[in-house]
């Protein structure tokens, strides 16, 4: 059995004697030189799995057990010998009894999520995460409407600062609710709904500066948007965190 080393989403189903088999596929490419940026996180995840594995992990042999990344594993692999046949059979050898006893485990495993291998979530992830996060994130822009537009609380207009604010805010409102639909009906938004969500996020966040408390829930909102994947958003929270300190000492 060979899989591909590119496939990273694939790692995410495999049993453990699939995985053991993935991790001699992967040392034995780096025996050819194949030790990129890719390859070398595969490595790791797969070492960590397999030396963390109750019942495997008596089993990991020496070089996968002492040489942390492909790097490691490079310097030891080149000067066993300088043909690349010689070190593949190497490899093999030494993991033949952990493959072995890797096929006899059973199959059940818990599953890992494509961000754990790639650093970076998979549609179905960021689906999830939108589905839980963007609607708290609608109510309480819905509450901060409803706050803003009380005005000074004597029922009259909202104040002239606010006005902007709250047109942005609508704008923020309806532009969360296209992607919740999006998501709700399994189709990935556009990046451009997203990217106008964003834009009326931050048009919101900038008309309160001045004012802490809408202001500090804006900035509640960009975390929140920021953690269902809207792009951008969490470059703008340090700003907003600065900002929300610097008020409470005023």
């Known amino acids: 059995m060979f899989l591909s080393h590119d496939l990273f989403n694939d790692l995410a189903r495999l049993d453990p004697y699939q995985r053991a088999i993935e991790l001699q596929n992967v040392l034995v490419a780096a025996c050819e030189g194949k030790r990129d940026g890719a390859s070398d996180a595969k490595y790791k995840q797969l070492r960590a799995w397999a030396r963390d594995h109750p019942a495997l992990a008596h089993t990991v042999p020496n070089i996968v057990q002492t040489n942390h990344d492909l790097g490691a594993f490079w310097s030891y692999i080149k000067s066993y010998s300088d043909q690349w046949e010689p070190r593949r059979q190497h490899v093999r ?3 033949r009894d952990f493959i072995a006893l890797a096929e006899k485990v059973p199959g059940e495993w818990e599953p890992i999520s494509a961000s754990a291998w790639t650093g970076k979530r998979s549609a179905r992830e960021e689906a999830a995460a939108a589905k839980a996060l963007l609607p708290v994130a609608q109510a309480s822009i819905e509450a901060l409407i409803d706050h803003l537009e009380r005005g000074r609380g004597n029922g009259g207009p909202p104040l002239d600062e606010h006005q902007e604010a709250i047109a942005a805010l609508k704008g923020l409102h309806d532009a969360l ?46 975390a929140v948007c920021a ?24």
């Open 93 to 95: 050898e030494l993991l």
């Open 177 to 222: 609710g296209s992607l919740i639909a999006a998501y709700d009906k399994e189709a990935a938004p556009s990046l451009a709904v997203k990217k106008e969500a964003v834009e009326y996020l931050g048009r919101a966040a900038k008309a309160l500066k001045d004012d802490p408390m809408p202001f500090a829930v804006s900035a509640l909102c960009m």
């Open 227 to 250: 953690g269902a994947g809207l792009p951008n958003v969490a470059a703008w929270l340090g700003a907003a965190t600065m900002v929300i300190r610097k008020q409470d000492r005023t």
